[in-house]
């Protein structure tokens, strides 16, 4: 077993090195294109944290995307940007814990519709406050480079990647997994349930908030609309069922998946994409609940055994 | 402060809230009877609103002729989503533990299907179309025709509904299997058909509140997701299961936004539906009227 985990971690490491050549040897349009499939790693593999291990299904992650867009923009010029990214994780992760309470109190279908419901109420208090501001979308001058981006996000995706399959090892994700199979057994046998909730929600918000600092960086202006997009958090969790959230592999494959697709339909045909992505939604679902990652663990086990 | 008390908001809240209770309606008998959160009900809506649509602008059909094939086309809809995808899903021991939140990724898929279909097909363009638009007046207050018969309309049906409901052999099985699940099996109440009606149902009334709706509103792919929103924000106040209270949460929700934009301002009116939608959730998860048991 260790020295399988041993040869795990030198293939990640070895994914990152490669991942850390793509500015010298890409053009700009692929580093964009790689920039934004970090970005959606990084994610899904922090959606996993709550959602995945807890069954509690966040359908609202957008929300500490574009907090973290928004701490972004307001502190721009006034802080150095290393500075910021790291306080946009702040920020995202503290209201997380401000939300997590009242939210994770209700469970089941309650919880999703909230999570909906906070981020829709975070995007139209942010659209007021800016429109009080007499604001309409802010120009961001002086962004870092395109290659610099990128190997922040980088550093975010891997990092997301590392927090899950830990997360998942430890007894603290025992403890999150046993609150989905089974909440009130969990209680009983010692899991302070709440508590673990409440942690995984907090984590689960941190990098996503960091992401929101970059990419409103790397999008150059900034509108409220764009950056708490409903659409970000139906994403993420397309990307993480697709690919399978029972551990780290999982969105890292739905992510790779999606942008493929999206990268070979969204330009031209990009209602045909959206179909192909409601249609792939339902078949997993109902056909493969555990992923292509859990197709593909099923499908090894069978042939071990 | 005059106006506030102006026979105008008052229809205006009618109107609004007489559409939202039958789209709620529908979705409250889906949840309620099943458990599935359909996120895709506001796409029936938008559906219903492209039937009438085009039957008036292509072959000037009525929409109130055009509304009947629209809930038919739409029930059917509804029936082939649950043969074909819920049945599935409900028979599913891995999938029924968490139908709740299964059910909503599955609808969401669908909604998403829904609504880009339209779009390939129908464009991304709003349209809309002039029917009995001449203004009446009643009292101090100033109505068009069309959305005075919209009221009427959607009025007359959310009361059928409930009355049905309440007093048809039908309506009581159906209320008993929201009610009590298992002792409505052991009474002989077959859920497998009460299933296949209530999407029957629920699907027509969605759509039917969008044949009304294109009288008065622009048409677009897009334009079902505030409903599903406010459906899910009545549903949520009266009550999940709890019929009557979608009927009055329908008005209660048209009378808070119409009076509450009225106050303030209409860049207010989605702080204002959410704000009351997250204020319920977390104070009173089981409805304003409370009662009805939540699984929780």
Not at chain 1, 254 to 263: I, P, Y
Not at chain 2, 130 to 149: F, T
Request: glycine share 10%; charged share 10%; with cysteine.
């Amino acid at each position: 077993m260790t020295r399988r985990r041993l040869a795990a971690a030198t293939a990640f490491l070895a994914v990152v090195a490669l991942a850390a050549l793509a500015p010298f040897l890409l053009g700009p349009y692929l580093v964009g294109v790689a920039l934004d499939l970090l970005m959606w790693i990084a994610l899904a593999e922090s959606w996993i944290l709550l959602s995945g291990m807890t069954g509690y299904i966040s359908l609202g992650h957008a929300v500490f995307f574009g907090t973290g867009g928004y701490v972004m923009v307001l502190a721009w010029g006034v802080l150095p940007f290393w500075l910021v990214v790291p306080l946009g994780g702040l920020v995202a992760g503290l209201l997380a814990l401000a939300i997590g309470y009242p939210c994770l109190r209700v469970r089941g279908p309650y919880f999703v519709i909230l999570t909906f419901g906070v981020a829709e109420f975070a995007k139209f208090v942010v659209v007021a406050i800016e429109a009080g501001l007499g604001k309409a979308g802010r120009l961001m001058f002086g962004a870092p480079s395109l290659d610099e981006l990128y190997f922040v996000m980088l550093a975010l995706a891997a990092a997301a990647f590392v927090i899950a399959d830990c997360v998942r090892r430890s007894r603290f994700g025992a403890g999150l997994r046993a609150i989905r199979e089974d909440e009130d057994a969990a209680e009983t046998i010692g899991v302070p349930t709440t508590r673990f909730k409440i942690l995984a929600y907090t984590l689960s918000a941190i990098i996503p908030g960091m992401v929101g600092t970059v990419m409103v960086l790397r999008s150059t202006y900034f509108e409220p609309l764009q950056v708490f997009d409903p659409l970000i958090s139906f994403t993420i969790v397309t990307m993480a069922i697709i690919g399978g959230s029972d551990g780290a592999p999982g969105p890292l494959m739905g992510a790779v998946f999606l942008v493929s697709l999206s990268e070979l339909l969204w330009a031209n045909l990009p209602e045909v994409y959206m179909i192909l992505l409601g249609a792939l939604l339902v078949g997993f679902v109902l056909g493969a609940p555990d992923g292509i990652h859990g197709w593909i663990r099923a499908r090894l086990a069978r042939r071990g055994a | 402060m005059d106006s506030l008390l102006s026979g105008q908001l008052l229809v205006a809240t009618l109107v609004v809230g007489a559409l939202y209770a039958l789209v709620a309606l529908g979705l409250n008998l889906i949840y309620g009877t099943m458990r599935l959160l359909n996120i895709a009900h506001g796409d029936l809506v938008m559906l219903g609103a492209y039937v009438s649509y085009w039957g008036f602008s292509l072959a000037s059909v009525s929409p109130l002729v055009s509304m009947f094939v629209a809930m038919a086309l739409s029930a059917l809809l509804g029936m082939a989503i649950y043969v074909v995808l819920v049945r599935r899903a409900l028979h599913s021991t891995a999938l029924v533990a968490r139908i709740e939140a299964n059910s909503l990724l599955i609808f969401f898929g669908v909604s998403v299907i829904l609504q880009n279909t339209a779009a390939l097909l129908f464009t991304a363009n709003p349209r809309a179309y002039a029917y009995l638009d001449q203004v009446i007046r009643i009292g101090d207050a100033a109505i068009s025709a069309n959305r005075l018969v919209v009221l009427v309309v959607a009025l007359v049906v959310c009361v059928a509904a409930i009355l049905y409901l309440r007093l048809s052999m039908t309506g009581l099985a159906i209320r008993a299997l929201i009610q009590e699940r298992d002792a409505a099996r052991l009474a002989g109440i077959e859920p497998e058909r009460i299933h296949l009606l209530s999407f029957a149902l629920g699907f027509a009334m969605a759509a039917l509140a969008g044949s009304l709706i294109s009288m008065i509103q622009q048409v677009s792919p897009f334009m079902g997701f505030p409903f599903t929103i406010a459906a899910f924000v009545i549903i949520i106040l009266g009550g999940l299961g709890n019929l009557m209270g979608s009927l009055i949460g329908g008005f209660l929700l048209a009378a808070i936004e119409t009076y509450g934009v009225a106050l303030t301002s209409a860049s207010f009116r989605s702080i204002l539906i959410y704000g009351v939608f997250i204020a319920v959730l977390v104070w009173r998860p089981q409805g304003l009227f409370g009662g009805a048991r939540v699984a929780r």
